[in-house]
Nanobody, 116 residues
Framework: QGQLVESGGGLVQPGGSLRLSCVVPASIFRFYEMGWYRQAPGKQRELVAGIWRDGKTIYADSVKGRFTISRDNAKTTVYLGMNSLKSEDTAVYYC??????????WGQGTQVTVSS
């Protein structure tokens, strides 16, 4: 069982928006750079967005300009805002340390399905 708890996924039409949340234990949050990963059926898990403790962010080319990662230090939570969703964004989304995820941090993820 992972230590990170993701939520906020769901079914959305193309062009729609969702906001994912990941609650991180404080003992982890304060020390690690965090990221959102996704895994689509039949594909490898990939990093889609990362955020450093100083606020620096990175994005996969496929989501640049559409997704926004942020972190709330008081709530030890990492967010992923997703706009202009496409069918190819359909995947299970996870949060973990980035760029090197930690095996026992993987949670159950949250399913995002983009379909009309």
């Amino acid at each position: 069982q992972g230590q990170l708890v993701e939520s906020g996924g769901g079914l959305v039409q193309p062009g729609g928006s969702l906001r994912l949340s990941c609650v991180v234990p404080a003992s982890i949050f304060r020390f690690y750079e965090m990221g959102w990963y996704r895994q689509a059926p039949g594909k490898q898990r990939e990093l889609v967005a990362g955020i450093w403790r100083d606020g620096k962010t990175i994005y996969a080319d496929s989501v640049k300009g559409r997704f926004t990662i942020s972190r709330d230090n008081a709530k030890t939570t990492v967010y992923l805002g997703m706009n202009s969703l496409k069918s190819e964004d359909t995947a299970v989304y996870y949060c973990n340390r980035q760029p090197d995820p930690i095996l026992n941090f993987w949670g159950q993820g949250t399913q995002v399905t983009v379909s009309s």
